[in-house]
């Protein structure tokens, strides 16, 4: 049985080494490589994808798996060898129900869909794109034909990243929050333009500043490193090896918030148990989860006041010719506005979840062929005005605006706003913990926040599915009344200050 | 024969794509990692390496290989398919002599030996070092008896750098160096010292100066970047994604002719034919025809005076302050001194192959079992002094300044030599097809030059042996004779002048 689990081990840790080369290919073409590689680098990606995915599902990790059914028993069901066996059949037994060929066609549709998508935003040209979005969407169709009925067809997509959550609880959250959002909005949005917020900002002080915070939040030079790209992301090659991406324009400081977010991000990864180093089970849990982490510390924490508190005198320091007049109560006000906007990854913390509620509505009706692709434009903007309250001008800033369609990703944009609702369960949670934790982030003290949720959710990476996780975490459930009571608390208080 | 050959060229190509994987993790890890991710990463990179490993040595590629001959025989020599077939069976043949085990051991000393020389050069502590010289040259013994017997055992190392090629040969070329060089260094040696080279050298502005002129040379900004490390090196991820890397020092300009001679390695990469990308063949020939392109670069072009003509006066603008009053024939005689000195990688044109030549007669007798490890710093000081004039105060700067033998790498050190001699050869033929390559090149113009390269020798890659390579070039084979011309004439004319 030692035997066993030891070949068991070594098969799936030689499968995430393959999969965090992945990552670091990716990181590294978008970041590093010269732009003429992309062919060849396409070519290596796909070897790579399909060796992992070969020799996981290979019947003799199968057989591994069953064998080791006894051993998994007899232990304790958190306990890190119980984890690796039970996770490890889960992904497997998905792995194995979708065959080769279509795994090849979605990523060759996801690949061409891409390449259209950007031409097609390029010219506002939707027509042109719909082919490729029917195509994703056949194939998903398909994909989701490969695993047993579920309750809707959008859950089988969803499971991708959410594992165990169903369609229906995703609709509950979000039938709360669509109202409370909708209603909350109209009191506080607010068209007031602050000069002071167009800089400009030196970006080389941009950076200094942003690596300032972060260093305090636990980027250590000798385990991270942080560029610049187009479209931030996190990517990790091991727990000691984070990669933040990130941007800066002169007229905006708004992007130090998504260097904040990409550290988030790092900080779930950096914090998984190294025990877990090398096996499926070293990763942040979900897409929810991890997006948890991003907005917890983007937003809860770098957009509260008592950061601010800390770092705004440091921010004066850094841009004095900017911020020498400007008061702390208007530089937190100023970041913190509310205003209904096209861009979603510009959207503020109140309005942003709208932007995925209107996206979840769509992705469903779309799946289950109640939504035509050839009038999805006109339901997107007439949903988008609804909950948003302008009209959208153009396709480039509506339905085209985001990449995940092109390349048939379906069921991802829900955990962006489940993430939101998750993030304030925690804080709220940890704030019992540590009920001076305001004080603490004023003082520039981040230690035993940063702890805190290392121990209780860092250090767990994947060992158990979200629902457990979060019961672990916080004791309950997903849950969107915490949010709710944070966003009106916050966004009254402004509003009426 | 053709779905055969097809089958080939898919499996080759995988193998192939995890080896420039390899060869990029490696850059990153150099050039851009977190330090603290390393220990991760050999993992990442033993599992890539024994996956590529066994998917190369797979029975079925043999058998490929073998009902391929008819197809071989059918085609051209010199055809991109033919080559394919006869230089993958050579490769297999060698890859299936060696048993994993012996290949693990080799991997693991290798990795080991490197750990324990960083730290006995450190401690310039020899004694320390020795159990993992002894263990490496045991294994390396091990590793020769895997082949068929040979006429020296040295054979077999060489045969991996320099396939086919002989001890015996080399020892011809070197034995009628050796005594050309020491008669020369004698009579060209110079102690003068040039205190405009200890700059200042702003290094930003260094970079800009460095890509100006490999900018020339064919580094297009889609397919190539540069950075900063600390030894100096070429990698490629494709023939349109070439990094290099140097390094630079404000006291310091000669670090620009590193950049230089990595430029050269480089341009041989990306004019490999692209008829041969993700093949086994998509690469530079051999190690010597190699390292004679990156120091045809660096020091025929680089340090020539046609050149000097072009640049020196872009590289006055650049930093005047320390070159307004240096004349260009001052300039252009103070990065050719010849001065006997104790770094290999820091000596100058004409000194460079003794440092080689010494190790390579040390490599032999160790291998051999003639010389101890025990009386290795003795044989290494007494025979130093005696080819470049000048006693060895310690071992650090002495027989454990070099990194090759900490990893097992013997019997790469004589290609470096090698290297100058053909570089020479080729320049010549070169000559021969371009008689106003000078006046060219002191017009800043090199494409006629580079395209000859090219043409000539790049664009065939690893399709034939280096000895056919050489004969299909330059006519001939190897050739110490006009190395020797070249370096009479050009520093017997620094001398005398």
Not at 2 to 24: P, S
Not at 122 to 130: G, I
Not at 306 to 319: A, N, T
Request: glycine share 6%; proline share 6%.
């Amino acid at each position: 049985m030692r035997a066993e689990f030891a070949e068991l081990k070594r098969r799936l840790g030689e499968v995430h080494d393959l999969a965090k080369i992945q990552e670091l290919l990716f990181w590294d073409q978008t970041v590093m490589m010269p732009p003429a590689g992309a062919a060849v680098r396409a070519e290596q990606l796909t070897t790579i994808d399909r060796i992992a995915h070969e020799r996981f599902v290979d019947d003799e990790v199968g057989r591994l798996l069953e064998a080791l059914r006894p051993y998994e028993e007899s232990l304790d069901y958190d306990s890190d060898d119980a984890s690796l066996v039970r996770v490890a059949r889960r992904d497997w037994g998905k792995a194995r129900r979708v065959p080769p060929e279509l795994s090849a066609e979605l990523t060759k549709a996801a690949s061409e869909g891409n390449e259209a998508w950007v031409q097609a935003r390029a010219d506002d040209d939707y027509a042109s794109f719909r082919p490729w979005l029917d195509r994703n969407l056949e194939l998903k169709r398909r994909y989701i034909d490969c695993f047993d009925p579920t309750d809707e067809p959008y859950d089988v997509l969803l499971d991708d990243f959410e594992p165990g959550m169903k369609t229906a609880e995703v609709r509950e959250v979000f039938d709360r929050l669509k109202p409370g959002l909708v209603s909350l909005i109209g009191e506080v949005a607010s068209d007031e333009e602050d000069a002071f917020m167009r800089g400009p900002w030196d970006e080389e002080r941009q950076r200094d500043f942003a690596l300032s915070v972060i260093e305090r939040w636990g980027f250590e030079r000798e385990s991270w490193r942080m560029d610049p790209t187009v479209h931030p992301f996190e990517a990790s090659a091991g727990t000691r090896d984070i990669r933040l991406t990130t941007r800066s324009s002169p007229d905006d400081i708004t992007s130090l918030f998504t260097a904040l977010h990409e550290c988030g991000h790092g900080l779930y990864e950096r914090g998984v148990s190294p025990s877990l180093e090398r096996t499926p089970l070293c990763s942040g849990c979900s897409s929810t989860l991890h997006e948890s982490q991003s907005r917890m510390w983007e937003n809860i924490v770098g957009r509260g006041r008592p950061f601010w508190e800390f770092f705004y005198p440091r921010l004066q320091g850094q841009f004095p010719e900017v911020l020498a007049a400007v008061e702390l109560e208007d530089f937190y006000r100023a970041v913190n506005r509310v205003r209904p906007s096209y861009i979603r990854v510009d959207a503020d913390e109140a309005t942003y979840s709208l932007h995925i509620i209107l996206r979840f509505e769509l992705e469903q009706e779309l799946i289950a062929g109640r939504l035509s692709t050839a009038d999805l434009p006109e339901a997107w903007n007439a949903r988008f005005e609804e909950y948003l309250g302008i009209p959208v001008p153009n396709n480039r800033v509506g339905v085209l605006q985001d990449v995940h369609w092109s390349g048939g990703g379906f069921g991802y944009f829900p955990t962006y706003a489940l993430g939101n609702v998750v993030s304030v369960q925690i804080w709220e949670r940890l704030r019992e913990d540590l009920p001076d934790v305001d004080d603490q982030i004023a003082a520039g003290e981040f230690g035993p926040f940063g702890e805190w949720l290392r121990t209780h959710l860092y250090a767990l990476g994947r060992k158990f599915t979200p629902r457990e996780t979060l019961e672990r975490v916080v004791g309950t459930g997903i849950d969107p009344e915490p949010y709710l009571r944070y966003l009106e608390r916050k966004f009254g208080a402004l509003a009426t200050a």
